[in-house]
Nanobody, 122 residues
Framework: QVQLVESGGGLVQPGGSLRLSCAASGSIFSINAVGWYRQAPGKQRELVAV???????EYGDSVKGRFTISRDNAKNTVYLQMNSLRPEDTAVYYC????????????????WGQGTQVTVSS
C-alpha cells in the first residue's frame, strides 16, 4: 500500500556529491526499516545502506565513510547523502522498506519502483 518514490539522481564528476530522496506516501518508519539499493548494468541489485526502525544505520563495504543515510519522520522521507563519488557508483538507485535482520532487508516481491539514475563520469 505504501509507495516510495526516488529522486535526486543526476550526472556528477568523480569526487562530487549528490543527495537522493526517498519519499513515502505514509508514515512507515516506526514499523519498517528503509534501505537504499543500487543496480549497475550487468550486475545484481546491491544493498548499500539501511536505516532501522530504531534509527541505527548500516552500510555496504563499498560505500562506508562516503555515504550517509538519514530520515525525516515529519516529511516521511529518507535521504542518501553521497560524497566522494566514484565512477563505480554509477547505477540506478532504489529505495525500499521492510524488515531488517541478518544483514538483509526483506521486502515485498514486486515492490520496486523506477529508481533514480546516478552517473559519475568526467
Amino acid at each position: 500500500q505504501v509507495q516510495l518514490v526516488e529522486s535526486g539522481g543526476g550526472l556528477v564528476q568523480p569526487g562530487g556529491s549528490l543527495r537522493l530522496s526517498c519519499a513515502a506516501s505514509g508514515s512507515i518508519f516506526s514499523i519498517n526499516a528503509v534501505g537504499w539499493y543500487r543496480q549497475a548494468p550487468g550486475k545484481q541489485r546491491e544493498l548499500v545502506a539501511v536505516i532501522t526502525t530504531g534509527g541505527s544505520t548500516e552500510y555496504g563495504d563499498s560505500v562506508k565513510g562516503r555515504f550517509t543515510i538519514s530520515r525525516d519522520n515529519a516529511k516521511n522521507t529518507v535521504y542518501l547523502q553521497m560524497n566522494s563519488l566514484r565512477p563505480e557508483d554509477t547505477a540506478v538507485y532504489y529505495c525500499n522498506a521492510g524488515s531488517y535482520g541478518f544483514g538483509k532487508l526483506y521486502v515485498q516481491a514486486g515492490s520496486w519502483g523506477q529508481g533514480t539514475q546516478v552517473t559519475v563520469s568526467s
